[in-house]
């Protein structure tokens, strides 16, 4: 059984910077990529940040300069350092992960449950 579990979030003024964690536990053979998701209230998911499996990064253009994604293999834990945060940013943010469970070679989709950022102007 493969959980994420999130923490890190927090409420904080506009301009304030805060830092989610995930940590992936379980019986785990590999981890492709790991991901942040967010959702806002009344809004669909989107991807804030990924690392794939070639160590590239990709982010949401209005998180670009300003949220940095990193992991650490070792602990199978990803990370999300956001700095000036926005009244915008507001969400509840998802961790994400594509997880070889068994010894058979093939990946499956992992959430975490989920931790609320709350930005206030």
């Known amino acids: 059984q493969v959980q994420l579990v999130e923490s890190g979030g927090d409420y904080v003024q506009a301009g304030g910077s805060l830092r989610l964690s995930c940590v992936a536990s379980g019986t785990i053979f590999g981890i492709k990529d790991m991901a942040w998701y967010r959702q806002a209230p009344g809004q669909q998911r989107e991807l804030v940040a990924r690392?794939?499996?070639?160590?590239?990064?990709d982010y949401l253009d209005s998180v670009k300069g300003r949220f940095t994604i990193s992991r650490d293999y070792a602990k199978n834990t990803v990370f999300l350092q956001m700095n000036s945060l926005r009244t915008e940013d507001t969400a509840v943010y998802y961790c994400?992960?594509?997880?070889?469970?068994?010894?058979?070679?093939?990946?499956?989709?992992?959430w975490g449950q989920g931790t609320q950022v709350t930005v206030s102007s």
């Open positions: 690392w794939d499996e070639a160590e590239s990064t």
């Open positions: 994400y992960a594509g997880v070889r469970p068994t010894i058979a070679f093939r990946y499956y989709d992992y």
